[in-house]
């Protein structure tokens, strides 16, 4: 139960469903480009199928080109693009790293595979990103980064923490899994702090099924990048000429996906306006058409402050309590809409009593978790299927 909650898969309630299946109406579909196959058949064609080839480098440029990233690796996951953060910032036992409590277990894991600690810190709810004063109130002079994840794509508020990045100068890893192509007063997400990453996971707005990328600024960051993404060897300098032998230079491993993920995810990256485009059409819709329900019934609707663009990966409701959070998630599994909740706080989870260490309780991140539902959403979801479950939401009395 806990690990679908946690992969936001949706799956708790629906078999109570008595809406027969055909009608039901998922939480989320992957979406299909319509190049994936004739890629995927020309890499097979190719014989090259290994990592870094010509898909890998399309998927790569496109990348560049909608965040502005000087340099981008494509990685198997988000995960492992965290964990060569974690590895690129040398953590080791006794190092802190501050972890917002609403997050997915991820970077959680990075910190915690290098020995360090993470310390986590409560939300701010109006996002349901990091707070910037509980990061200040968790600061300590053995705090080496600090994780910020823009929740449904919508940006943390970064003023404070980049002021308290230098000041302190600890690393900022932006977790972007759900951010691809947004912004914060202008600056692309994944581009403003030492680490940005993005997920590729079929959940996520483009995907390949599995995979992921590190975004990058500093130059020197990403030559060390490029050896640990190839086992700990200078392999891509030896096939860009820059060197006549590889050999194991540093700890790394094998992080570079294969050219049939990169062919799905160049195909994917090709139509990025569209997918962009029919995401926001179910996102407006929600937004304008429960305004008025919201507001009768005491429920909060996701918003977007105004210095940001965020990218219509989800949207989501937080009601009054969690008892009517409970009600509204059976509710429209009664009418075969499949709406979950999202994250256990990671302060509260097995792992994170464990290994993490909270100063503070983190009550606003608990609140958040327990009143939050999403709706569904995805690109290809029809105006009738939109209808039905703002119409299903709105006949919903607390
Ligand atoms: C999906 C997700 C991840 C993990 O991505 P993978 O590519 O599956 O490793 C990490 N962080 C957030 C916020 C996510 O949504």
Same mark, same amino acid.
């Given at each position: 139960?806990?690990?679908?909650?946690?992969?936001?898969?949706?799956?708790?309630?629906?078999?109570?469903?008595?809406?027969?299946?055909?009608?039901?109406?998922?939480?989320?579909?992957?979406?299909?480009?319509?190049?994936?196959?004739?890629?995927?058949?020309?890499?097979?064609?190719?014989?090259?199928?290994?990592?870094?080839?010509?898909?890998?480098?399309?998927?790569?440029?496109?990348?560049?080109?909608? %965040?502005?990233?000087?340099?981008?690796?494509?990685? *198997?996951?988000?995960? #492992?693009?965290?964990?060569?953060? $974690? &590895? +690129? !910032?040398?953590?080791?036992?006794?190092?802190?790293?501050?972890?917002?409590?609403?997050?997915?277990?991820?970077?959680?894991?990075?910190?915690?595979?290098?020995?360090?600690?993470?310390?986590?810190?409560?939300?701010?709810?109006?996002?349901?990103?990091?707070?910037?004063?509980?990061?200040?109130?968790?600061?300590?002079?053995?705090?080496?980064?600090?994780?910020?994840?823009?929740?449904?794509?919508?940006?943390?508020?970064?003023?404070?923490?980049?002021?308290?990045?230098?000041?302190?100068?600890?690393?900022?890893?932006?977790?972007?899994?759900?951010?691809?192509?947004?912004?914060?007063?202008?600056?692309?997400?994944?581009?403003?702090? %030492?680490?940005?990453?993005?997920?590729?996971?079929? *959940?996520?707005?483009? #995907?390949?099924?599995?995979?992921? $990328? &590190? +975004? !990058?600024?500093?130059?020197?960051?990403?030559?060390?990048?490029?050896?640990?993404?190839?086992?700990?060897?200078?392999?891509?300098?030896?096939?860009?000429?820059?060197?006549?032998?590889?050999?194991?230079?540093?700890?790394?491993?094998?992080?570079?996906?294969?050219?049939?993920?990169?062919?799905?995810?160049?195909?994917?990256?090709?139509?990025?306006?569209?997918?962009?485009?029919?995401?926001?059409?179910?996102?407006?819709?929600?937004?304008?058409?429960?305004?008025?329900?919201?507001?009768?019934?005491?429920?909060?609707?996701?918003?977007?402050?105004?210095?940001?663009?965020?990218?219509?990966?989800?949207?989501?409701?937080?009601?009054? %309590?969690?008892?009517?959070?409970?009600?509204?998630?059976?509710?429209?599994?009664?009418?075969?809409?499949?709406?979950?909740?999202?994250?256990?706080?990671?302060?509260?989870?097995?792992?994170?009593?464990?290994?993490?260490?909270?100063?503070?309780?983190?009550?606003?991140?608990?609140?958040?978790?327990?009143?939050?539902?999403?709706?569904?959403?995805?690109?290809?979801?029809?105006?009738?299927?939109?209808?039905?479950?703002?119409?299903?939401?709105?006949?919903?009395?607390?």
């Amino acid at each position: 139960m806990r690990r679908e909650v946690v992969t936001g898969t949706g799956v708790q309630h629906t078999d109570k469903s008595s809406v027969q299946t055909a009608d039901r109406i998922s939480f989320s579909r992957p979406y299909r480009a319509s190049r994936e196959l004739t890629n995927v058949e020309a890499v097979l064609k190719s014989d090259h199928c290994h990592g870094d080839g010509p898909f890998t480098a399309a998927a790569t440029a496109a990348l560049a080109r909608i %965040t502005g990233a000087p340099h981008v690796l494509l990685t *198997t996951s988000c995960t #492992h693009a965290l964990d060569m953060a $974690a &590895l +690129l !910032l040398e953590l080791e036992p006794g190092d802190e790293a501050i972890v917002p409590s609403f997050a997915f277990p991820s970077m959680a894991n990075a910190i915690a595979l290098r020995g360090a600690t993470c310390v986590f810190a409560d939300i701010d709810s109006t996002t349901g990103n990091v707070d910037t004063n509980a990061v200040a109130a968790a600061i300590t002079d053995r705090t080496r980064a600090v994780v910020v994840m823009h929740y449904g794509g919508v940006a943390a508020d970064m003023d404070a923490l980049l002021t308290l990045a230098s000041e302190h100068s600890f690393a900022i890893i932006e977790d972007n899994a759900h951010g691809l192509g947004g912004s914060w007063r202008g600056r692309p997400l994944g581009t403003i702090g %030492t680490f940005g990453t993005l997920s590729f996971h079929d *959940t996520k707005n483009v #995907h390949c099924g599995e995979g992921g $990328a &590190l +975004l !990058l600024t500093d130059e020197v960051l990403m030559m060390r990048a490029e050896i640990m993404r190839e086992k700990g060897t200078d392999r891509a300098r030896f096939l860009r000429g820059q060197v006549d032998k590889y050999s194991w230079r540093s700890i790394g491993s094998s992080y570079l996906p294969s050219e049939l993920n990169a062919a799905v995810l160049a195909a994917q990256l090709a139509e990025f306006d569209q997918i962009q485009a029919g995401r926001h059409r179910v996102w407006s819709r929600y937004a304008a058409e429960l305004r008025e329900w919201a507001s009768l019934a005491g429920v909060r609707l996701m918003t977007v402050p105004p210095d940001r663009k965020h990218t219509a990966h989800l949207f989501y409701l937080r009601m009054p %309590t969690a008892n009517s959070r409970h009600n509204i998630v059976e509710y429209l599994a009664a009418r075969g809409i499949s709406a979950p909740f999202h994250y256990v706080p990671l302060d509260s989870s097995p792992a994170g009593l464990k290994l993490g260490h909270t100063p503070r309780p983190c009550v606003r991140a608990a609140e958040f978790a327990s009143t939050i539902v999403r709706l569904p959403l995805w690109p290809a979801m029809t105006d009738r299927e939109v209808d039905r479950v703002i119409h299903a939401v709105t006949s919903f009395r607390a």
